[in-house]
């Protein structure tokens, strides 16, 4: 069997794509991988004449051939001669199904009346596919098969935990809260005085969250902020050398990330991986929490990796929301940069924890390595989560369902559903956890083992790859798209 697959996103780019839309498509299929190649002899195609033309030769040879694009429905290629099966994941409780600009693709029942079949990263959103087609297509929900690439840093018995202290490698930007000399104080007095006294400092309107300080005005707020950063900076340059953070917060281009060094962290350590432009994630939610769980306690650290390609996008709302948190004595850790998989693998091992606190999860990869890792985790139980999160192996998190809109629909209708976020519930799981890992370690122990356990029978090579490899097999046997879909499904009713 010849695969060919595709993603928007390439390994040449993908530096510079970090919280670009569909960014994260790009890790779905190189972790697919693995278990393709177990299946066949696999080809990643950049371009349609690509496909069309490696698909003629192959299928002149007699070889099957079949095109994955990993990509949500409505980017997937169509009318293709090539079987093509589309790859996506979805955190919404219904489906797209509206034309919307003209383009009949935006309605996936289009898409998916038009190709041969449908992988879905969770059980939920199959269900939905299936109902949506009448059970006349073919699709299965299969997990990114992680657990072998992450197994080496977890133990069938379980890790102890570890408080003492552990490093990470890491060459981008820290952003490290005890030594910028956070205060709330600036953020309450009349701007006249600070607007006198300091230099302007440009700083784009869009990345200043007005919401984040309602008592000024946003130009009061960006002289204000400015003014917090420029106190930071002097804070910063005072510090010893070792203890500095390489955070360029003035009107200076940033530098080329530096060679990596190595960050020390101890005690409990909760880490998150986010994208700060999707507000599904909640991630001011998570570190109001965290400071709040923690404000008298210093030997717990949340370190935060942003996975965006522009600092001054989230920077002046983390440093504003730390300062309307300060004071603390916990540790926030925000971390801006390419983590390469060895830094990335030893950022696990160093962690005590991961934390997820969404409205809602397409599979959440990050969240499933660390639990490969045999990390325990802080967590929701629903959308793609729900599939393999339980009570042995995370602190679950309360939600409850709210009108939204799908994220790419232009117009703004409330089709569908996300989990609100029960904040105090991610609050007291914080602290709960905390006390396992400093009191309990026999029951963090045991977490850990199941972790491990768990994803190894849920998200291995092994178990993704034999249904897999039977469902692209029942692709092909059906052959060309069946001309009846449209009207089975009823499209346009």
């Not at 034999?466 to 092909?476: I, M, R």
């Amino acid at each position: 069997m010849i695969i060919l697959i595709s993603s928007k996103i390439s390994q040449t780019d993908i530096h510079a794509s970090l919280g670009k839309p569909e960014y994260s498509y790009f890790f779905l299929m190189k972790d697919f991988l693995p278990a393709l190649e177990r299946i066949g002899t696999v080809i990643q195609v950049q371009s349609r004449d690509e496909i069309e033309s490696l698909y003629a030769s192959y299928h002149a040879q007699g070889e099957a051939v079949v095109f994955i694009s990993v990509s949500p429905p409505h980017q997937t290629p169509l009318d293709l001669k090539c079987p093509t099966v589309t790859l996506f994941a979805w955190e919404f409780d219904t489906l797209p199904s509206v034309a919307w600009d003209g383009n009949p693709q935006n309605d996936w029942r289009h898409v998916f009346a038009n190709s041969s079949g449908a992988i879905t990263t969770s059980k939920e959103a199959a269900l939905l596919v299936n109902e949506a087609m009448k059970g006349l297509f073919p699709v299965i929900p299969l997990p990114a098969p992680i657990w072998d690439r992450y197994a080496k840093l977890g133990a069938p018995d379980g890790w102890p935990i570890a408080l003492g202290e552990r490093q990470f490698p890491f060459a981008g930007i820290v952003i490290d809260s005890p030594i910028l000399g956070l205060s709330a104080d600036g953020l309450v007095r009349k701007p006249e005085p600070v607007e006198q006294a300091i230099e302007p400092v440009a700083a784009p309107e869009q990345t200043v969250k007005s919401e984040l300080v309602p008592r000024l005005s946003l130009r009061a707020a960006l002289h204000l902020s400015a003014a917090l950063l420029k106190g930071w900076w002097t804070e910063i340059n005072l510090a010893p050398e070792s203890a500095r953070a390489i955070v360029p917060l003035l009107d200076e281009p940033l530098p080329e990330p530096p060679e990596p060094r190595h960050v020390t962290v101890s005690g409990v350590v909760y880490t998150t991986v986010l994208n700060p432009a999707d507000g599904r994630k909640n991630w001011i939610d998570l570190v109001t929490a965290f400071c709040w769980a923690f404000k008298n306690t210093d030997d717990v650290t949340l370190i935060v990796k942003m996975t965006h390609h522009d600092l001054e996008h989230y920077r002046v709302a983390l440093m504003t929301l730390l300062s309307r948190l300060a004071p603390f004595r916990c540790r926030v850790l925000v971390l801006h940069g390419f983590l390469e998989d060895e830094q990335y693998q030893a950022l696990i091992s160093a962690s005590s924890y991961y934390v997820n606190a969404s409205s809602g999860e397409g599979l959440c990869l990050p969240l499933m390595e660390f639990l490969a890792s045999a990390k325990p985790v802080i967590a929701p139980n629903h959308t793609a989560m729900a599939d393999y999160l339980n009570e042995r192996v995370a602190f679950l998190l309360k939600c409850s369902p709210e009108p939204t809109c799908w994220p790419h629909d232009p117009t703004g209708m409330l089709f569908t559903h996300r989990h609100r976020l029960n904040w105090q519930s991610l609050m007291e799981a914080f602290r709960s956890s905390y006390q396992v890992a400093r009191t309990n370690p026999a029951h963090y122990q045991g977490m850990s083992r199941d972790a491990y356990q768990h994803m190894q029978a849920f998200a291995s090579v092994a178990q993704v790859s034999e249904p897999l490899h039977a469902f692209l097999q029942q692709v092909l046997a059906v052959g060309p798209v069946p001309q009846s879909r449209d009207t089975a499904r009823g499209l346009g009713a």
